[in-house]
Each structure stands twice: as structure tokens, then as C-alpha cells.
Nanobody
Framework: VQLQASGGGLVQAGGSLRLSCAAS????????MGWFRQAPAKECEFVAK????????DYADSVKGRFTISRDNAKNTVYLAMNNLKPEDTAVYYC??????????????WGQGTQVTVSS
């Protein structure tokens, strides 16, 4: 599976962005999908995940109520809608795909990152 993330950019605090992650290869609907981020000099952290049919979602506490993960299996794409962005959301955002490791947060494939910069 190849994952291609896009949609990052520079936005002012309080603004919004929507990230996309397009998948190719093995049927997309087989995977649960996740978003992670890594800020400079910080460890990679979990942001959100969604199960294979979109019925189950999970979020990091830091983004609950502001970010929404969704997927369109017909388009082989997962999205991350980010609202009320804060400077601390600045990071490189990565999408990832997993087959059977939902409860353990184990992912099998990772995409390249897309930079999100939030100015104050």
C-alpha cells in the first residue's frame, strides 16, 4: 500500500485545514487508518484513527472537538479536518494504515508527511 498525504500549509491561529491521504494498492477498505504528527524536537504522536468502515473513531485528547477524521472508501482516501488550529498544532502530519492492530495501534504502512504550520 502506498499512502500520499496532502493538504498541509500555513494558516493563522483559529483557521482550518483539511488533510487528505490517498491510498493505492491493496483494497483500501481492508485497513484502519490513522493520522500522526511530529513537531520539531518532539516525538511522533497519535492524532486520530478510524476503522475500516468509518464507524469507529478515536482522537487524542489534544484535538478532540477540533479535528475530525473521516474516510471515503470509494475514493481510497482518508481525511483529517482541522478546525480552530493552534500554534501547538504545528507539525509534520503523517497518515498510516493498519490491518489488524487497531487495539495496539500497530500500523503496517506509512505515508510521507505534509507540513502544517499555524502562526499566532
Amino acid at each position: 500500500v502506498q499512502l500520499q498525504a496532502s493538504g498541509g500549509g500555513l494558516v493563522q491561529a483559529g483557521g482550518s485545514l483539511r488533510l487528505s491521504c490517498a491510498a493505492s494498492g491493496r483494497p483500501f477498505s481492508s485497513y484502519f487508518m490513522g493520522w500522526f504528527r511530529q513537531a520539531p524536537a518532539k516525538e511522533c504522536e497519535f492524532v486520530a484513527k478510524i476503522n475500516s468502515n468509518g464507524a469507529r473513531k478515536d482522537y487524542a485528547d489534544s484535538v478532540k472537538g477540533r479535528f475530525t477524521i473521516s474516510r471515503d472508501n470509494a475514493k481510497n482516501t482518508v481525511y483529517l479536518a482541522m478546525n480552530n488550529l493552534k500554534p501547538e498544532d504545528t507539525a509534520v502530519y503523517y497518515c498510516a494504515a493498519g490491518l489488524s492492530g487497531w487495539s495496539k495501534g500497530k500500523y503496517d504502512y506509512w505515508g510521507q508527511g505534509t507540513q502544517v504550520t499555524v502562526s499566532s
